[in-house]
């Protein structure tokens, strides 16, 4: 084999033939100067987050943030709108209650009523008014009652009695002994109807009916003041 040397024939062949071969002598330095364009385009770099990509998947990577960042301000946008209508809505609700101002008026007023409180008796000087009051209404109520039942008509008592007076012989007159029992007055006594019933032997006992109030006369005493008449009465016995 000889020795390679340019001046033999064979080279201008090789040279021709290095010719019509199709590759990129400078595409490193054509994917560096495309990479540096797409970064002044966007605004930012991206050396740190391709690193180990080709060109391709660099350029696409671009894109992506610039499509990224085109949406985010379209976001950003609708926002915008939406809060700057609900800004509107709620301007239009509270002009239509109109209410709401006068929750400022209702803040104002709060040291007044603190103010109030420096007023207010610790000691419970409220407390005793009251219960003064409750007092005055109560007796009022109950002087009102006791008024109320002493004008209502009381239910008096009585008892209606039958009396036995029996006489000594069947000489006694019984005329004068009726007039003596009947002439004993006393408050709460009212004598009634009386007849003579026999008893044998020709003797006639009295009976007298008479209506007594319980707390005003007592059976027993009336008893006695009759059985005074020695002179017509033997006994008196309750009969009824």
């Not at 003797?203 to 008449?229: R, W």
Request: net charge negative; aromatic share 6%.
């Amino acid at each position: 084999m000889g020795v390679f040397s340019i001046r033999t024939p064979t080279y201008p062949v090789t040279m021709s033939a290095l010719a019509m071969e199709s590759f990129w002598l400078n595409k490193s330095a054509c994917d560096d100067a495309e990479r540096a364009y797409y970064e002044k385009l966007s605004g930012c770099k991206v050396d740190t987050l391709v690193t180990g990509l080709s060109a391709s998947e660099e350029m696409a990577l671009v894109k992506k943030l610039n499509a990224l960042e085109t949406e985010n301000k379209q976001l950003k946008k609708v926002t915008d709108d939406l809060k700057a209508l609900v800004l509107s809505l709620e301007a239009r609700v509270g002009s239509l209650e109109g209410g709401k101002p006068a929750a400022a008026p209702a803040k104002a007023a709060a040291p007044a009523a603190e103010e109030d409180d420096d007023d207010v008796d610790l000691f419970g000087s409220d407390d005793e008014e009251e219960s003064e009051e409750k007092k005055r209404i109560t007796e009022e109520r109950l002087k009102a009652y006791h008024e109320k039942k002493a004008k209502k008509p009381q239910v008096i008592a009585k008892t209606s009695v039958l009396f036995d007076v029996k006489p000594w012989d069947d000489e006694t007159d019984h005329a004068k002994m009726l007039e003596a029992c009947k002439g004993i007055e006393m408050d709460g006594l009212v004598w009634g109807a009386s007849k003579l019933v026999p008893i044998g032997y020709g003797i006639k006992k009295l009976q007298i009916m008479c209506t007594v109030e319980d707390a005003k006369v007592s059976i027993e005493e009336l008893g006695e003041k009759m059985e005074e008449f020695e002179d017509y009465v033997q006994s008196v016995d309750v009969a009824a």
